[in-house]
């Protein structure tokens, strides 16, 4: 019973942070300024993102040889991207490692490697698709410049396999350097890095692998564009399409480097800037950044909360999580 309460405890703990951080009462005043309906559609799309993260896991952890089901994907990619945001450098992803661990038996190397694949491969993409998208529409450039850059685009996202392709392993070279110390643990580290970098060679090698991950990433970040793009139009600012995916990825990029949860500040300032440059009157750009965390942060958090407390899983799952400890431990 106390497992319950402690478990419900942090449950709560976690969605009040994640309402705190969101600000969600700063949004309410704007509402009624909305076309009610293209709010309610940016809304809804989040449920297209829930999806599109948990396929483009499932087909991750199918390639590094630990296929789970899209069901059981959804609060896992759920509540890691919750987490991900609410603690610095996405250091609160070594809890999905874990649930996946206890509860799929998933080693540690299979799920860093998606990890890191969804994590820095995804951000990598995000940063070469917003800066392509900033040209024409936040730097001024000719039809063939901004084609160009499409271009470079469309080949550094798929850096990793070409770098992999090219024999250049982060991780196994990383493991060559701890492998020459004494220390058992280190040692340990060595192998686990060695048998992740295999597992992220086993995902950027696959071209079907790969060329799914880029697909449906570049998807959910045209979804969340459309989110950003939906807002605008309902405040009556008009801004093209590119250089909505270049604010919002840019943003979200600045975000990122800042460590900061959901990237609040830096990410809202970074947003409102490009927006203005592009045209948009100051107070829309302000408002759009306060209701796109309305429309985007907020319901993906909650989501992201509800999906511990599903994984909490009731006091038997919890119950075989100790026994699967106590058995780690005595191995």
């Known amino acids: 019973m106390r497992r319950v309460v402690v478990w419900g405890l942090v449950s709560l703990a976690l969605l009040l942070i994640v309402l705190w951080r969101t600000r969600p009462w700063e949004a309410a005043a704007l509402v009624a300024r909305l076309d009610g309906w293209l709010f309610f559609a940016a809304l809804a799309l989040n449920l297209i993102v829930i999806a599109l993260w948990a396929e483009r896991s499932r087909s991750l952890m199918d390639a590094v040889g630990s296929a789970l089901p899209i069901r059981t994907l959804v609060p896992v990619t759920s509540f890691a991207n919750t987490i991900n945001n609410l ?8 809890l999905r490692a874990i649930v996946l661990q206890r509860r799929h038996a998933v080693p540690y ?35 063939p410049i901004v ?5 470079v685009a469309a080949v ?6 070409i770098l992999y392709a090219l024999g250049l392993r982060p991780g196994l070279l990383l493991a060559g350097v701890l492998s020459r110390f004494a220390s058992a643990r280190l040692r340990r580290l060595s192998t686990g890095l060695a048998a992740m970098d295999v597992r992220l060679r086993d995902i950027t090698l696959d071209p079907r692998r790969s060329g799914h991950f880029v697909a449906t990433t570049a998807l959910i970040f045209a979804i969340f564009a ?23 990825g840019l943003s979200i990029c600045a975000g990122v480097i800042s460590a900061l949860p959901f990237g609040l500040g830096a990410a809202d300032a ?4 490009l927006l203005v440059a592009q045209g948009v009157d100051t107070a829309a750009a302000g408002a759009a950044a306060i209701l796109l965390r309305a429309v985007t942060t907020l319901p993906l958090g909650i989501a992201g909360s509800v ?3 599903v994984l909490g899983g009731g006091p038997k799952a919890q119950d075989e999580d100790i026994a699967n400890l106590r058995a780690d431990r005595e191995a």
């Open 307 to 309: 999906s511990w407390m």
């Open 109 to 143: 190397e299979s799920s860093t490697a998606v990890i890191l694949a969804e994590r820095l491969w995804a951000i990598g993409l995000m940063l070469v698709t917003a800066s392509a998208a900033a040209l024409g529409t936040l730097i001024p450039a000719p039809l």
């Open 226 to 248: 459309t989110q950003l793009w939906l807002v605008l139009d309902a405040l009556g600012a008009e801004v093209n399409p590119a250089g909505v995916w270049a604010a919002y």
């Open 270 to 273: 970074v947003l409102v800037v």
């Open 147 to 151: 084609a160009g850059g499409w271009l």
């Open 87 to 94: 603690t610095p450098a996405s250091s609160g992803e070594v």
């Open 156 to 161: 550094l996202a798929f850096a990793p396999s």
